[in-house]
């Protein structure tokens, strides 16, 4: 598979086109980009071993023509100075208007407190961007004297009034903050008095990110782009080592204030009622406008869910999802989320199914490709709501418990969906799912994904994930889900990529090198229609490999 293992643990549960190192540990975007006809992801890397533990943090860089094949540069910064003798910590890239491309990212210092710094590249006209001097004046951005745990600058961008803005995190007396600072010279930064968002509920905020979105297409706006008639703005954090929320609304980028579309599910000031990036296991997410194409681009790092000792033992971890395009859905409220369409490169081997009845209790095999390593789309039609089962008001707040009360039962409506990664014996398997729930005279859809039975293996964390899709399934009377598959994860968009869910899985089966299984099913009382599937075998990506005579 892709480069060289320290040992063949974990040979097939290393993926076949999701991005990765080499070897040893990643945990996150830095700073994507688009630069000069390449792609660039900076990314924290430990490139001393598969951890994280207390390792002083690298950036690693690698540059790739198409999202999908990646050539790994080395290290970009090293830990290597007062201002970050701890490590390089999260940041962010941002090309200037003559093209110039910088980085501002999270130091931390010999004294533990954390300070932002600027590097520039050492030679522009390099395609490749190899060597990242930083800058004499570092820091540019030091906390005040309340603050702590000071860090993840964001994209900058620049205002109507000529002056750069950055987003950074910061905790003030205990409460969750986001700082705007200005410069005319993105050398030298001074802070808003104000903070833009706070909220005593989260201590600490991470990974901010505030990009423009047209308010009608899918075409991607530049970070820069004014705000106006047609334009809104998404607000992204992470909570601490959690989920990465989100909201829309209309940014004023000469008093630097955001006020939300919606209040109430969506909106509001307490983060915990905004919008989920992904209801899966996903973290510290950055987004990028690429000029070559116009669109919004967007990655986030998946951790493991094995061990430690597993780690060391397959000398690898962590993960990227698969780039996303991110565009404002037609309801002006929510993201939708898609593959970046360079994925239908990998494409191979076809098979397809189309009206295919799928009765209570039923399950078909999709046979005729490798599903190892597959790319699924299928929709489903639903005859018939009116028996779906009344939604308790406390699974509003808590999806998750609504899959895992309700797992046990057959639905109203459904559940229906698919089986990946299945064993031969079905004793391991994943299931992707949809239910439909009655609420308030209207209609809900819970989209699933059951890790409880993913793998037999002990020591591995295997939840439930869910979310519901904000659709409109009594007018459609159809739901779509397209499915990736790779080995160790599973990704899954519903009701076209207004709700997604990220997974990482690690069947025995799979390890010990069985061919795996995928299934359409439906545990609904009544009949559902497959009016269309067609799944792909993927071809496997070059993606960082290492030479066979690396050491």
Known sequence: MNGKQRSSYGRHERTAYHFQPAKNWMNGAAGPMYYNGLYHLFFEHNPHEALFGTCTLSWGHSVSGDLVNWTFLGTALDPSLPFDAKGCWS???????????????????????????????????????REWPKDVGNPALEPGPYQKNFRDPSSAWLGRDGLWRVAVSAEIAGVGSILIYRSSDFVHWKRNPKPFYATPDVPVWECPDLFPVA???????????????????????????????????????????????????????????????????????????????????????????????????????????????????????????????????????????????IGSGGMREIAGIDTLQADVEVVFEIP???????????????????????????????????????????????????????HNGKYKVLMCTDLTRSSTKEGVRKPFYAGFVDVDVEKDR??????????????????????????????????????????????????????????????????????????
């Open 91 to 129: 940041g962010s890239a941002t090309v200037m208007p003559d093209g110039l491309p910088v980085l501002l990212y999270t130091g931390r210092g010999a004294d533990d407190i954390q300070v932002q710094n600027i590097a520039f590249p050492k030679n522009p006209s390099d395609p490749l961007l």
């Open 215 to 357: 308010e009608h297409g899918t075409e991607g706006l530049d970070t820069s782009a004014p705000s106006g008639p047609g334009v809104r703005h998404v607000f992204k954090l992470t909570k601490d080592k959690d989920e990465d929320y989100y909201v829309v609304g209309w940014y004023d980028d000469v008093a630097d204030t955001f006020v939300p579309v919606e209040e109430e599910g969506g909106g509001g000031d307490d983060g915990y009622n905004w919008r989920r990036v992904d209801y899966g296991h996903v973290f510290g997410g950055k987004s990028f406008y690429d000029a070559r194409k116009k669109r919004r681009v967007f990655w986030v790092w998946m951790d493991e869910m094995d061990s430690r000792p597993d780690n060391i033992a397959k000398g690898w971890a962590g993960i990227m999802i698969f780039p996303r395009v991110w565009w404002l859905d037609t309801d002006g409220k929510q993201l939708v989320q898609w593959p970046v369409e360079e994925i239908e490169t990998l494409r191979r081997r076809r098979v397809a199914l189309h009206g295919e009845v």
């Open 384 to 438: 018939n709501l009116e028996e779906a089962e009344r939604l308790r008001p406390k699974w509003l707040k808590d999806p998750r418990k609504c899959a895992e009360e309700s797992a046990s039962t057959k639905g109203g409506v459904g559940p229906f969906g698919l089986v990946v990664m299945a064993s031969g014996d079905m004793r391991e398997q994943t299931t992707v799912f949809f239910r439909v729930f009655e």
């Open 478 to 551: 159809s739901i779509s889900l397209r499915t990736l598959i790779d080995h160790s994860v599973i990704e899954s968009f519903g009701g076209g990529g207004r709700a997604v869910i990220a997974a990482r899985v690690y069947p025995e089966h799979v390890a010990a090198g069985a061919s795996t299984h995928l299934y359409v099913f439906n545990d609904g009382p009544e009949a559902v229609t497959v009016s269309k599937l067609e799944a792909w075998e993927l071809a496997t990506a070059s993606v960082n490999v290492e030479d066979d005579d690396a050491e």
